[in-house]
């Protein structure tokens, strides 16, 4: 039981970075970006690659750098090319399967044997041998919430927020929303990737389909989070992700333990309760309504 | 300040629902003329905004803004000088951030503020914003912190009017900014309009269809119809002009009367 909740507890906070940067683009940005799958893999893939090659603190870095540069692809179609922006996603999200195959030589799956991560870093500087990548992760999360959340109240982070709220309102208030979606959707997509780094150097290697449904169960974990903690602030859309990622991480450890439904039905599961929970106010709607049908029904039939 | 030199636009060119919706207008706007326009339906007065705001760009002509040649400006550049109000009280504030985010934004305005992307709202600032929301008489200065989605319209569009002259621009657009407001609302956003105006002789230009605002506030008084200006009152001529009077030189000038179902008469 300690292992298990150790382990929902890391992975938890490793892949809380995904809802983080779907919170961005999805709820702050209101834009549904489907380069996350794809920039998750392509953030493992370079972050791998460059442990390998025995960078693994820049291996990080770099899969942030080239997350960026897939979120920037993204927002170039939408924003001066006129792809429709979740066309544009799926556009760049297939690109990215040839360019991440690149990033790991040109094979499907790279893996580690005794070269250095991040966490094997951490351990050989003596931090408590079994808490070691609990730390990170957690760490690396928490400092990427802090940051996002701090940016999001600077001038040109309420710009991006306003571009997602009132796009009428933000090109009369002399913002470029054309700026603006290419600096969240960079960013947001830096946070994937660096997702994806992260967990690839914890678990030694990258594979070409790792990344496969990411965005459905990053939603997951956005909507579990917000379902918990509740929606308002910047702050509170962080403590939600990350609440949302390990809740999540839990119940998968556990339908793992126990078997209750096979572990290969989790992603059916998953999107189920993902396209539920983004109908429910539609569904609400729709029992209101036959609610109200039913009981002038009753009225006017006597 | 703003001078179109016979711009033109049309909608749709070569289709059957080809409208020319601007017909070779030209206008000159001195600094600190406050002009009504009054016109029938879809005779291009919202048209006319959006082409000075830059919403599209015109087929032909030019516009100049304080001398300076904004016709080929994209709109969120010309945004930094021009003010814009909409009819709709919810087109002018982000819903989901606080009245003072909204300010903040609107203060991106100004010179200091325009590239400093990562500074964030000072004490100053934020004191400077409260000032402003205590000129509105509507209470909002202590409510700084709420979402701008929990006010009524009128506070809203109050707001918006706020942001869109705090730093006083070069030009000031309404646009039936309050025709979705109760009378009483509509009556005092038009008084803070007119106080703001004044007070930084900011040049401004205000559809309304109400005739009796379109001769009470302002200098000048345009009609348009079909796309082009058909009347431009103003100076002794405009004094003492009742609303029958303007209906009479509309249709004179028009060659019909003046068609429009919303119209005001009182």
Known sequence: MFYIT???????????????????????????????DGAFVLGAAVSVTMAASGHPVLGLLAAMAAGACAGFVTALW???????????????????????????????????????TVFTRLRDMGVSR???????????????????????????????????????????????????ISVGLCIANALTALSGAVVGQAQKSADINAGTGIVVIGL?????????????????????????????????????????VPIDCLKLVTALVVALAIAMPTLRQWVAFQQRKLAAREKGGT | MLELRNISKTFNPGTVNEKKAIA?????????????????????????????????????????????????????????????????????????????????????????NQHAFFSRTTRAEKQFFRDQLALLGMGLEDRLRQPVGLLSGGQRQALTLLMATMVPPKLLLLDEHTAALDPATAEKVLSLTRSIVSQHHITTMM???NMQNALDLGNRTLMMDDGSIVLDIRGAERQGLTVSDLLERFRSGAGKALDNDR????
């Open chain 1, 6 to 36: 150790q382990t929902a507890l890391e992975l938890g906070f490793m892949y809380a970075l995904v809802p983080m940067a779907l919170f961005l683009s999805y709820r702050v940005l209101d834009i549904a970006d489907l380069t996350t």
């Open chain 1, 78 to 116: 939408q924003t001066r090319l006129g792809v429709p922006s979740i066309l544009a996603g799926i556009i760049t999200n297939t690109g990215l399967y040839t360019v991440n195959l690149m990033a790991m030589g040109w094979t499907s799956n790279a893996s580690l044997l005794k070269q250095a």
């Open chain 1, 130 to 180: 079994n808490w070691h990548e609990l730390i990170l992760a957690a760490g690396i999360t928490i400092l990427m919430g802090a940051l996002l959340c701090a940016f999001l109240g600077t001038r040109l982070g309420l710009s991006i927020r306003a571009t997602g709220d009132n796009r009428d309102m933000v090109r009369a208030s002399s913002i470029n929303p054309t700026f603006t």
């Open chain 1, 220 to 260: 997951a974990c956005l909507i579990i989070g917000e379902t918990i903690v509740g929606r308002g602030s910047m702050l509170r859309g962080m403590v939600a992700v990350i609440v949302g990622s390990i809740v999540y991480r839990f119940i998968y450890a556990i339908v793992l333990y126990t078997k209750v």
């Open chain 2, 24 to 112: 070779g207008i030209s206008l000159h706007l001195e600094k600190g003329d406050f002009v009504t326009i009054v016109g029938s339906n879809g005779a291009g007065k919202s048209t006319l905004f959006n082409a000075v705001a830059g919403s599209f760009y015109v087929d032909e002509g030019t516009i100049l803004l304080a001398g300076e040649d904004i016709t080929f400006q994209p709109e969120h550049r010309r945004s930094r000088v021009i003010g814009r109000l909409f009819q709709d009280p919810m087109r002018g504030t982000a819903p989901h951030m606080t009245i003072e985010e909204n300010l903040a934004l609107a203060y991106l305005r100004t010179a200091k």
């Open chain 2, 207 to 209: 559809v309304t269809h």
């Open chain 2, 263 to 266: 119209i005001l008469l009182s």
